[in-house]
Each structure stands twice: as C-alpha cells, then as structure tokens.
C-alpha cells in the first residue's frame, strides 16, 4: 500500500543545469499536485494535473518551469537552467475521498 | 495576498498548556483541512470539514469550522511535546489552497 513516492529525495545541481523532480501517486489516484515550500513557509500551489493534461498551472513560473504527467510513468516537474532562488522542497500530493496525500518531498538545492 | 491567513505564526507553549491556531479567509469553502508537517516530511492529513458549524475532535485536538465556512480553529488541549510542528489549513477551490501555516513548539 505504498503512499505517494517522490524521488530523489535530495537534489543539488549546479546554477544553469536541469532539474528532474518525479512523483508516482497513490494507487488509484489520477490527480498529481505540485506544491513549492520555501523556509519556514507554507506550501504554494504550482501546478494541478491529470493524465495527460494540465488542468490548473496557475501557480507556475512562466519561464524555465513545466509538468507532465504522462499515460504511463510518474509525474515529472521539469526546471531548465536552475538559480538560487528554485532552492525549496516541492511536494506532490494525489487527492482521494478524504483529501491529500503528500509525499516526502524533494529537496533542491542549487549550487 | 494569503488566501487564507493562519495565526498566529509562531506560538511556543509548555507542555500542558492548552492553545488554539485559527485559520481565516474571506471567501467561502466547500471544505476545509488541517495538516500537520513535521521536519524534512511532507503534511499529513489530520481533519476535513465541511459543514458550517461543524466540530470535530481527535483526541486532544478540536476542529470547528465557522457557521459560514470562511473560517476555522483548531484547540489542542494539554499539549504534548509530540505535538510540536507546522500546523497547517487548506481550503478546497478548484484545487488545495494553503494558509502560510502556524509553527508550533511545545517544550517540556
């Protein structure tokens, strides 16, 4: 019965390289959240998908950032040429009857 | 602008002592949840609310939900050190809003 996997679990890449963040949601679940948490705050909303569609990307940087969530595969959050700045946690969530699940995160640090 | 504004944002009780966090906003939700998150983890579910009025209770914690559902508390009752994390509120729109969050420590 496994939860919501988001790997890796620690990032660190270089100003300028591509960040890969991928996220399986739960069993039976076809909806995938993406959620961006600086220090000591609370979680931004980025981007809300299912399969094969984006259904809300509101929240998105306009530049550099992108999502996918493919027929088959994990979700993937895409960021091109990193700064400082992306350096957060992003959670993804799949929702069920009762509400989030959320992964464990991935930590993103740029260099 | 915080679609939904928690305070406080920092709170730092003794164990024992009791509390109470708010959650407020000036639109209106279809339902509501709180979410605990702990250090290097992501928030788990603790509650969902969803009619005006309603009041729900986990053990030491108490869940209301404003009449109108544009706000909402959480009383923790004799606060354990267990208790100490990022306490945080969510409102349902077309996806998951989040408040900013409270970040409580119950010291010993």
């Known amino acids: 019965n496994a939860g919501v996997m988001q790997n890796p679990r620690h990032l660190v890449r270089r100003r300028g390289q591509e960040a890969r963040l991928r996220c399986s949601p739960m069993k039976g679940h076809s909806h995938v959240y993406w959620y961006r948490q600086l220090p000591e705050e609370g979680l931004k909303f980025m981007v809300y998908?299912?399969?094969?569609?984006?259904?809300?990307e509101s929240g998105m940087p306009k530049e550099r950032f992108s999502a996918e969530f493919p027929k088959e595969g994990p979700s993937i959050l895409r960021i091109q040429q990193v700064v400082r700045g992306d350096s957060a946690a992003y959670f993804c969530?799949?929702?069920?009857?009762?509400?989030?699940?959320f992964g464990s995160g991935t930590r993103l640090t740029v260099v | 602008t915080q679609l939904l504004e928690q305070s406080p944002q920092f709170l730092s009780i003794q164990e024992g002592e009791n509390l109470t966090v708010y959650c407020n906003s000036s639109?209106?939700?279809?339902?509501l949840q709180w979410y605990r998150q702990e250090p290097g983890e992501g928030p788990v579910l603790l509650v969902t609310v969803v009619t005006g009025g309603e009041v729900k209770k986990l053990k030491r914690l108490t869940f209301q939900f404003g009449d109108a559902r544009k706000d909402s508390s959480l009383h923790i009752t004799a606060a354990q050190t267990g208790d100490t994390g990022l306490y945080l509120c969510a409102g349902a729109f077309n996806d998951m809003r989040f408040g900013a969050g409270t970040r409580l420590t119950v010291k010993p």
């Open positions: 639109s209106v939700f279809s339902s």
């Open positions: 969530a799949s929702s069920g009857f009762y509400g989030y699940t």
């Open positions: 998908l299912q399969k094969e569609n984006i259904i809300d």
